[in-house]
C-alpha cells in the first residue's frame, strides 16, 4: 500500500479525505475548527512565520547578477 502524497508535500502523515456527506452543521464545525487552529498557530509562530513568508516571497536576482532596468512603463 503506497502513501498518497500530502499538498503539503511531505511523505509521511495521515491521509485523510472530507467526507462528500457532511451536513452543513458538520461542515461548518470543521471550517471554525480550523480558524481556531490557524489563529493558535499564528500566535505562537507569527515572528518566525512573518520571516519565512517574506523569505519565501522575496524575487530572485537575475543569473547574471544584472537587475532589470526600469523603463517607466506603466505595465
Not at 499538498?7 to 502523515?13: C, K, Q, V, Y
Not at 451536513?23 to 512565520?49: I, K, M
Amino acid at each position: 500500500m503506497t502513501t498518497p502524497q500530502l499538498p503539503s508535500g511531505l511523505a509521511i502523515g495521515l491521509p485523510f479525505t472530507v467526507p462528500a456527506d457532511w451536513t452543513a452543521e458538520q461542515a461548518l464545525a470543521v471550517f471554525e475548527l480550523l480558524g481556531d487552529l490557524r489563529e493558535l498557530v499564528w500566535s505562537h509562530y507569527q515572528l518566525p512565520l512573518q520571516n519565512l513568508i517574506r523569505e519565501q516571497r522575496q524575487a530572485f536576482p537575475p543569473v547574471d547578477g544584472t537587475m532589470p532596468e526600469d523603463d517607466d512603463t506603466p505595465f
